[in-house]
């Protein structure tokens, strides 16, 4: 492996890293989109290099749908709904701001230690994606529990996902990423904007998922 | 693929997409309820050929071996049976309001598709696949949970949804590891995804990347069986839904799920160094089942109910299967198959009660084997056969996995009995006042169709008298496939 190759995949993959973290502290909507973006982006330039260095070609699709699909298309529609929905207000976090970085540290910890120690034999640059790679989803689903906002939670579901692209396509031939870095995207743009949000906005006048609790079947 | 002119593998999977760009076409409700009965039941027809017709050698796609025809057989039954009940359940919703056609012809081709996914998740060779094919399965239940667009059933389609995605997005990262765990073993490519060159090849696979990626893949697809930490959005599901997507949630889709664990459990089971699997399904077995044995008792919602009581059968079935051997695994399949007919049986005859009394308040129900012979004593009857009592089949399947911990982990079964011995006091509890006392309620007569109900509880009470041999060798032999 030649030392700048590998010096740049990690590079990237270690941005994104970063990039999540960015997630974590935005109390904005508007601004935890446009980190999302960001995070998008450098997702595709990651699949890009992978495609590049492993010689695998079909990686190019991947990285041209995380690029236009969830980078442009998605961020740009959520911003409309946002607008529409009026609630460009701030994120009603559920946890402060502080201990989620400390939780944040200590996922992304627990993730080096973890995948690091099971995988000696496995080629480097594998293992390092992989590694960043648990990273970005625990800190996707750390985003998915601290905000109560539905929008944020959908974004926070996204950035999981990312972490799910890069170790895929860090892991050397393996078949079906295409495939399901489609259905992600298809999964996404249906259920989530399509159905959910329109829905939620329909019934409840407000996408913040603690209106939600109130409906919670037992307190009849 | 096999030399006959009829392939049962493709017949199983074109006929429910067929059937879903079919319904998804045509207008009118009742042509399409028949139409969904008469596609479940040529898929039946299809995977009962499996038993005749010659296999197909397993390829880099799809797979059909003596564990997942139990299966196949199982989801196709209940999944027939569903789709005649879905059709006079379907046609008291509309009359009420409570749906319209279109959400109707909507809800048939998910229906079917919902059918696909799980046919295909069962009969896919490829983890890869058989990650896309649960995941299908599982939207488009979240879309049918969500379909009365209540603030209750919106609630469960979205806690649904968010639970699902998170265990769908640890099973995906799973199955990554999975396969890069066979890739120096393997080779790069589709073959390294192929779980039948996996499990030949598993005992030199590293063994700690092997035990990581089965703890995300227990974690991810446990989500889906409803296992105690990560079965949240389990009731609400059940509750908030069509009753006929409540019988196929707790009988069919929380199997898939389940087969997934096992399949990746035997692979587990061929790498020596890696962690033992056992260990780690008894205790979130128990945990399921003692939870929910506790939960069982505050319900006041009577489809919640029994969704609390097919997370503790869910609990006993893989504990069973932790446990493993043969006497074990023997009981957990036919408690699974016994626990997929009861439950859909009483989910026939509560969502029917539901109807004619216009409720599901556990308090509003009283007196339903005077007020509706009927039901009430379907009910009766299934709530006593999943309370496990003597003779029908859950006893015997429970008795099995009893003995067999008795056997072996004598400390085990103090928890194990303790959490059945809860259940059941929970259960007869609540049946008393909903079967019998002073009718309350609406008293209207009802158009139902007892059939379904009636023949599953009729094919749990001949289980639990007499097991045909040749049925028993079957499980006998699966159970020994699975270790």
Known sequence: MNGLTFDIAHLLAGSLVLISFMMLYQDRLFALINVFALHAVVLALSVAWQAYIQDAHHLYITAAIALVFKAIVIPVGLHRIIQRLGIHRDIETAVGIGPTMLAGIGLVTLSMVLMLRVTPEADPLAREDLAFALSIILLGLLVMVTRRNAVSQVVGFMSLENGLVLAATGAKGMPLVVEISVAFSILIAFIVIGVFLFRIRERFDSVDVGALDDYRGERR | ?483
């Open chain 2, 1 to 483: 693929m096999s030399g006959f002119s009829f392939d049962a593998v493709a017949a199983i999977l074109f006929i429910p997409a067929a059937a879903a760009a079919i319904l998804a076409a045509l207008p009118n409700y009742k042509m399409t309820a028949m139409v969904n009965v008469i596609a479940s039941l040529l898929t039946l027809l299809a995977a009962l050929s499996l038993f005749v017709t010659e296999r197909p050698a397993p390829g880099q796609y799809l797979i059909v071996d003596d564990l997942n025809i139990v299966f196949i057989v199982l989801n196709t039954f209940v999944g027939f049976t569903t789709s005649v009940f879905s059709a006079s359940y379907i046609a008291h919703e509309l009359e009420t309001g409570r749906l319209t056609a279109p959400n109707l012809r909507f809800y048939h081709a998910m229906y079917q598709i919902m059918m696909f996914g799980m046919n295909l998740a069962f009969v896919s060779n490829n983890i890869g696949l058989m990650w896309v094919a649960v995941e299908l399965a599982t939207l488009t239940t979240v879309l049918m949970v969500g379909i009365y667009r209540t603030h209750e059933a919106l609630e469960a389609a979205w806690k649904y949804f968010i639970l699902g995605s998170v265990g769908i997005a640890l099973a995906l990262f799973g199955t990554i590891l999975v396969y890069m765990a066979a890739q120096p073993v393997v080779g790069e490519g589709t073959n390294a995804m192929v779980w039948s060159v996996l499990i030949e090849k598993a005992a030199h696979f590293d063994p700690a990347l092997l035990s990581v990626a089965f703890i995300f893949l227990l974690l991810g697809y446990g989500t889906k069986v409803g296992l105690a930490p990560l079965h949240a959005w389990l009731p609400d599901a059940h509750a908030e839904g069509p009753t006929p997507i409540s019988a196929v949630l707790s009988g069919l889709l929380l199997n898939v799920a389940l087969y997934a664990v096992l399949r990746f459990k035997l692979l587990l089971a061929a790498s020596p160094q890696a962690i033992g699997p056992g260990p780690l399904m008894v205790t979130m077995g128990l945990t399921s089942l003692i939870f929910a044995a506790f939960m069982l008792y505050r319900r006041r919602d009577i489809k919640r109910l029994f969704a609390y009581s097919s997370i503790e059968h869910m609990g006993i079935i893989v504990f069973a299967f932790g446990m493993g051997g043969p006497l074990a695994n023997f009981a957990g399949l036919l408690h699974m198959v016994m626990h997929s007919l009861t439950k859909s049986a009483i989910f026939f005859a509560v969502g029917h009660i539901a109807q004619v009394k216009g409720t599901q308040k556990i308090s509003e129900i009283r007196g339903l084997t005077e007020s509706h012979p009927g039901l009430g004593w379907a009910l009766v009857i299934g709530v006593v056969a999943i309370a496990g009592l003597p003779p029908l089949g859950i006893f015997m399947s429970e008795f099995l996995v009893v003995s067999s911990t008795f056997a072996r982990y004598p400390w085990l079964a103090i928890p194990l009995v303790f959490g059945l011995l809860i259940a059941f006091g929970a259960l007869l509890l609540r049946l008393t006042g909903l079967a019998f006392g002073d009718p309350r309620g609406g008293m209207a007569p009802v158009e139902a169709s007892y059939v379904p109900m009636y023949s599953h509880l009729a094919l749990v009470f001949a289980a639990g008298i007499y097991l045909p041999a040749p049925l028993v060798a079957w499980f006998q032999h699966v159970a020994g496939i699975l270790g």
